[in-house]
């Protein structure tokens, strides 16, 4: 209840007594203080990370003010760190650093190698919290999600028809543009 009162009681402020930085909430200036003791002078004026030197605040404070000032010279894309520039760089050299040794097959992102490891192993890490269905992707389980909030967040621009599923969405679509992308070999109809 003290807390929730807290809530409206703003003139309440408790400032931290190495930065000077000023909590509303005395549990959120006890965590910060501790990191402080810990030996992390460094805070961020944005979001109350504390670093424990200077370079290491003043590169986090880029994802902060959204500073991006590392830009890839083939598609112009902005990055806040040198090492996802390096990363993104592999889309267009085409570097596989990463290697399964099961089937041999390589991969740009640690990311994927992981993913393409649950063809190999079964697993499938992503269930869903209603049915208990289980997913290999993230992805696989949020579109599967649908069936079950009945959402349907595929539009079509023409009829306003909505569609749970984007592949659903372009079968529909061929009504509109008249395409018929199947032929039946017999009659040609």
Request: glycine residues 4%; charged residues 25%; contains cysteine.
């Amino acid at each position: 209840m003290k807390q929730h009162q807290g809530m409206y009681t703003v003139e309440r402020t408790y400032p931290c007594y190495v930065c000077n930085r000023i909590f509303k909430d005395l549990r959120h200036l006890t965590v910060h203080q501790h990191a402080h003791n810990q030996g992390y002078p460094y805070c961020c004026d944005v979001c109350n990370k504390i670093f424990s030197n200077r370079m290491g605040l003043k590169i986090h404070q880029r994802v902060c003010t959204g500073e991006r000032p590392y830009r890839c010279n083939v598609c112009n894309k902005t990055f806040s760190y040198t090492n996802s520039l390096k990363i993104h760089q592999r889309v267009h050299t085409g570097e596989h650093p990463y290697l399964w040794d099961v089937c041999n097959k390589s991969f740009s992102f640690r990311s994927n190698l992981k993913l393409h490891q649950h063809v190999h192993t079964g697993e499938r890490p992503y269930p869903c919290d209603v049915c208990n269905k289980t997913f290999k992707k993230r992805e696989h389980l949020k579109l599967h999600q649908h069936v079950h909030t009945g959402e349907r967040p595929y539009p079509c621009d023409v009829c306003n028809n909505t569609f749970k599923k984007l592949e659903h969405l372009k079968i529909h679509q061929r009504v509109h543009t008249g395409e018929h992308p199947y032929r039946y070999k017999v009659c040609i109809k």
